[in-house]
């Protein structure tokens, strides 16, 4: 089964990235603005996308400050049973260059001295298909959103994401 892998380094606390992930406030901010959620496992959160379209995910798991766990129940045919999940390292430059030196040029670029690091999955695909090429290009998008949640205080959640 194909699955989708991002790993992105954010300039800000694993509290702050965690709030994000996990809060209606913080999903509404870098995702939807259309985002209904609850904080407790085994809730259902809707994503809506216009007035016709939106995604529930089952709150599998929510670790504080370290993972968020999701299991996709309604949405387009091909996100439906699929597993989205968020994990979360924090450290300073040289703990997350000895961790992870793959992320030599996301670490020289971080403005602070440290930062949280972020892998995100979306596992479960039943095949490569146009949707799923979207999908992981407009994730990568939304994780910009995120990051730029985090670092400037200002998202770009949908339908912007796209936009400079």
């Not at 993972?67 to 597993?83: K, L, M, N, S, Y």
């Amino acid at each position: 089964m194909p699955n989708i892998y991002h790993s992105l380094l954010i300039g800000s606390s694993k509290e702050k990235v965690y709030s994000a992930i996990s809060s209606q406030s913080g999903l509404s901010a870098w995702w939807t603005p259309h985002t209904k959620a609850n904080t407790e496992p085994g809730s259902i959160a809707r994503f809506s996308f216009g007035p016709d379209y939106f995604k529930e995910m089952r709150i599998v798991k929510l670790t504080p400050f370290e993972e968020v766990q999701w299991h996709c129940i309604t949405g387009a045919h091909e996100w439906i049973g699929t597993d989205i999940s968020f994990h979360l390292i924090s450290g300073d430059k040289e703990t997350l260059r000895k961790m992870h030196p793959e992320l030599e040029g996301q670490i020289e670029q971080l403005v602070y001295d440290s930062g949280t690091l972020l892998f995100f999955n979306h596992k479960g695909w039943e095949t490569y298909s146009p949707m799923f090429a979207e999908c992981n290009y407009t994730w990568g998008q939304f994780l910009r959103s995120l990051k730029l949640l985090c670092e400037t205080g200002k998202g770009k959640p949908w339908p912007h994401q796209h936009r400079i």
